[in-house]
T-cell receptor, first 117, second 114 residues
Framework: AQKITQTQPGMFVQEKEAVTLDCTYD???????LFWYKQPSSGEMIFLIY??????QNATEGRYSLNFQKARKSANLVISASQLGDSAMYFC??????????????FGTGTRLTVIP | EPEVTQTPSHQVTQMGQEVILRCVPI?????FYWYRQILGQKVEFLVS????????KSEIFDDQFSVERPDGSNFTLKIRSTKLEDSAMYFC????????????FGAGSRLTVL
């Protein structure tokens, strides 16, 4: 079974609108971390936001927020006020176990977001 | 903001040749990772390195791959005899940069095998 599932291969959003990118995960480990990375056309992987499994509140980082639904095992990324520079590939990833240093990341297949002017 | 530095940014090689990709991770972290991304596909774990030893490796990391720490700060990923299917972006990553819970990735080394 896939540990991370991203069901939206591509998404379009109008500039200045909000968009939600879906991510579901599968793990039996009570300790895990969830991540979103952005990959622009230049290829680098840019960290956006992190949510720990024990965190009580949804993570937020500027225009990015993570809608963490633990019972549903979902960790959707919400981007508010989309900008043209947000056009990129977005990857959801999960770490099983408590420590990031000791555990590698499992990535989803990604969602390509296109922001329309 | 601490960075992970990778060289070269792009390398073109002939099939069967040896390739060495280099990385300088964020300092003061014992864990270090290599990932691979074939064009248009998801990022895949290759190997993790802890305290000068391989701690975990994936099925992809077969005998043609090796990882070393030739000096105190640099790490290398060596592909002994490249195949066409080794063409990919190779990322190194280490904790730090955005807190200990987050892996910071380098900009990647794009390998093209002809």
């Amino acid at each position: 079974a896939q540990k991370i599932t991203q069901t939206q291969p591509g998404m379009f959003v109008q500039e200045k609108e909000a968009v939600t990118l879906d991510c579901t995960y599968d793990t039996s480990d009570p300790s895990y971390g969830l991540f979103w990375y952005k990959q622009p056309s230049s290829g680098e992987m840019i960290f956006l936001i992190y949510q720990g499994s024990y965190d009580q509140q949804n993570a937020t980082e500027g225009r990015y927020s993570l809608n963490f639904q633990k019972a549903r095992k979902s960790a959707n990324l919400v981007i508010s006020a989309s900008q043209l520079g947000d056009s990129a590939m977005y990857f959801c990833a999960m770490r099983e176990g408590r420590e990031t240093g000791a555990n590698n990341l499992f990535f989803g297949t990604g969602t390509r977001l296109t922001v329309i002017p | 903001e601490p960075e992970v530095t990778q060289t070269p940014s792009h390398q073109v090689t002939q099939m069967g040749q040896e390739v060495i990709l280099r990385c300088v991770p964020i300092s003061n972290h014992l864990y270090f990772y290599w990932y691979r991304q074939i064009l248009g596909q998801k990022v895949e774990f290759l190997v993790s390195f802890y305290n000068n030893e391989i701690s975990e490796k994936s099925e992809i990391f077969d005998d043609q791959f090796s990882v070393e720490r030739p000096d105190g700060s640099n790490f290398t990923l060596k592909i002994r005899s490249t195949k066409l299917e080794d063409s990919a972006m190779y990322f190194c990553a280490s904790p730090g940069g955005h807190g200990a819970n987050v892996l910071t990735f380098g900009a990647g080394s794009r390998l093209t095998v002809l």
